[in-house]
């Protein structure tokens, strides 16, 4: 069985037994949880269900932490993660569709915080801009237009169907065993994952833009003026060595001097993502465009309003065209749309 | 915990160039990403309002990028954080689509339920 764990000492042959029996142990709990926290008529049930359920994330944390004692991340991942799945769960427990909505904004928060820690930091303003901002506000729209007129029988003001799970049970029990397969996978199989690519491949990135060399190293102090980064005679490209570390400078005509690469030079991440979506997968742009017109489309199509006609009103309609059809029948499509309309 | 609290680990947005992330790290965000899919896909199963069961979708959505951004990291390759970019694509084109149709259905049945259109099911 393949460990996830680098440190050789310690009892390994337990801890690698143990670990997945926590998480299994985990797992059934948080079902139990889950399935008490989903929405029923019954009250004081669901708190109780949420309690379970936090108690089993903590007992999957203390398996996870105990598997690998080396490589834990920092205080924060605890944070955000226990924020974003707390407020997923409040999300399929909440019986106000409002509220529910408003703690999947909280999920997404809670997500952008783990892409920071990611070091991902355009997709995590770009989640909250684009999910926070954008999406979640038009679900809350049509939360607010496509909600029934509160009746005297119905409970608080509470739709029928918000009120109870459908098949509680069975669904609850299929999404543990999920969960029950992935972490097993990813306890088992993660050791054979090797990362690949290094630190310095940022690098590349950098030699690319002369203007943010410049901009570097004239805050180093290093940069005189007058001076900039030289290009290549015949590419065009800037003279900037990665493998050796070093920028050649230019000052006037033929004066070049080289200067080693400052520690504070490397590339930002909207830098790399940028270049991978552009320099890599240009055509996935035109796919994603496409398929936004076609949305779009489809929902102006979709809501368009649609005027119901009366079986009256629609041989009436046409007993006019047909009329001014006979009548003026020698008289062009002019009379024609003219009678239609009348 | 606090015995390895390093106040180096905890810059939020590290500048430069991160380091090589450790497998032991990777293996928590996929278990956020797997119970956060999991809780998706149970509230899709049992919710019938058809808001709510479109929400859980993006919250599996929520899950796929988690897992793509880690790898991303893991790999200090930055298509796994291009590929979010279209997740985020395709949710917003769901989402416009989705609620178009809630709209047009709770036109039609002055109702949210999903039960009340079984028979589509056939």
Known sequence: ?342 | MSATFDPLMVTIAQAGAPAPMAGATLAHYLFVSAVMFALGLIGFLTRRNLIIMFLCTELMFQAAGIALIAFSRFHLNHTGETFVIFVLTVAAAEAAMALALVVLLFRRRESLDAEQWDEMSG
Request: proline share 4%; glycine share 12%; net charge neutral.
């Open chain 1, 1 to 342: 069985m393949t460990r996830v764990s680098r440190d050789g000492q310690g009892n390994a042959a337990l801890e690698s037994f143990l670990s997945p029996l926590v998480l299994y142990l985990a797992c059934a709990l948080g079902a139990a949880g889950v399935f008490l926290a989903l929405p029923r008529r019954a009250k004081g049930v669901q708190p109780i269900g949420g309690l379970i359920a936090a108690v089993a994330g903590g007992l999957a944390v203390l398996g996870l932490t105990a598997a690998n004692i080396a490589d834990r991340p920092n205080i924060y991942f605890y944070i955000f993660a226990v924020v974003a799945l707390g407020g997923a769960l409040r999300v399929i427990t909440h019986q106000r569709p409002v509220y529910a909505a408003l703690f999947f904004i909280l999920t997404i928060i809670a997500t952008a915080g783990l892409f920071l820690l990611l070091s991902a930091e355009f997709m995590a303003f770009a989640l909250i801009i684009v999910y926070a901002g954008a999406i979640l506000i038009t679900y809350l729209f049509v939360i607010m237009l496509a909600t029934q007129a509160p009746t005297e029988d119905a409970m608080e003001g509470l739709a029928d169907y918000d009120i109870e799970a459908r098949e509680p049970l069975a669904a609850t029990v299929v999404g543990f065993v999920l969960l029950a397969v992935l972490s097993t996978m990813v306890f088992r199989g993660l050791g054979q994952v090797t990362p690949r690519g290094d630190a310095t491949s940022g690098d590349e990135i950098v030699a690319m833009m002369p203007g943010r060399v410049e901009t570097v190293l004239r805050r180093e102090g290093v940069l005189q003026s007058g001076e900039r980064v030289a290009l290549d005679g015949e590419t065009g490209r800037p003279l900037i060595d990665v493998k050796a570390r070093t920028i050649t400078l230019a000052s006037g005509t033929d004066a070049t001097r080289l200067v080693p690469w400052p520690p504070s030079l490397t590339a930002r991440n909207v830098e790399g993502v940028g270049l991978a979506l552009i320099g890599r997968h240009p055509g996935t742009i035109e796919i994603a465009g496409v398929i936004l017109l076609m949305a779009m489309l489809g929902a102006v199509v979709l809501s368009r309003k649609q005027v119901q006609l009366d079986e009256a009103e629609k041989s009436r309609q046409a007993r006019t065209l047909a009329q001014s059809m006979t009548a003026n029948g020698a008289a062009g499509p002019g009379a024609i749309r003219g009678g239609g309309v009348a």
